[in-house]
């Protein structure tokens, strides 16, 4: 098995992809069968994205902080949990920002896209779902659009629902919403189009941030899935990543 490894800037990341490379060869990227990549959900992110273009398919093994994207750091067997893992197949979503100086502006995100305030004073916005208007004025802190694979993240931490890997669909949810106080969010079809407008923008500047992508002083940002788009992130064998979203519902 061709197999390159590729490490996040911490220590114990470079020290691990030493080690590995020393025990099971390592190729360039582009010749890999298997990227393994060593670090945190971030770093998981970030060789996701350089994948994009070959949906080469990446094993990753905790050696940041989270992990939740990761498999257990172990050395031995890696060949063989590679071979039986199990792929969680997902779709990014598509980012278009168009802003304050009419510059278009594209991304993909794996996790959401987020809507955020960047003052003191809250964001004011026009929400629309395949381009019937849905909410006339959301004010708050920010609002995001959430994958499946993205909604134990950000998401989750804004109080959004946490999807099956399989659900089809993407949440919608309001950051620290003041008005109207009680929204919660919303579930969406996986083929919905939603179009956010900036309302007094030139009073509430936002920016739209699509993974590690910042557009700011944006005037509108539309967000679908981009189902051309297949990523594959494998998983050891029976802790795959629609069972940890599950047992996500469960914790306490």
């Not at 080690?19 to 970030?46: C, I, K, Q, S, W």
């Not at 009419?102 to 004011?124: C, G, P």
């Amino acid at each position: 098995m061709r197999l390159a490894f590729v490490a996040s800037d911490r220590p114990e990341a470079a020290e691990a992809r030493a080690r590995l490379t020393a025990r099971y060869g390592d190729v360039p990227e582009n010749d890999a069968e298997v990227v393994v990549a060593l670090g945190g959900d971030g770093f998981m992110l970030e060789a996701l994205h350089r994948n994009l273009e070959t949906r080469r398919p990446i094993y990753g093994m905790n050696r940041g902080s989270v992990g939740f994207l990761t498999n257990e750091y172990r050395e031995e067997g890696l060949t063989e949990r590679i071979a039986a893992a199990e792929p969680a197949l997902i779709h990014p979503l598509s980012m278009t920002a168009v802003d304050v100086a009419e510059a278009t502006h594209k991304a993909l995100a794996i996790n959401d896209v987020s809507l955020l305030r960047e003052t003191r004073q809250t964001a004011k916005l026009r929400i629309l779902i395949d381009g019937r208007p849905r909410m006339d004025e959301l004010i708050c802190d920010g609002v995001l659009v959430s994958t499946p694979a993205g909604s134990t993240a950000y998401n989750l931490s804004a109080h959004g629902p946490i999807i099956p890997i399989g659900g089809q669909v993407l949440a919608l949810t309001p950051i620290s919403a003041f008005r109207p106080r009680r929204w919660r969010g919303a579930l969406l079809s996986h083929q919905a189009r939603v179009t956010f407008e900036i309302l007094e923008g030139d009073k509430r500047p936002v920016s739209a941030v699509a993974d590690n992508v910042e557009v700011r002083n944006v005037v509108t940002v539309e967000v679908v899935e981009d189902a051309s788009i297949t990523l594959s992130m494998l998983f050891d064998a029976g802790r795959g990543l629609e069972e940890r979203v599950l047992a996500e519902q469960f914790s306490v």
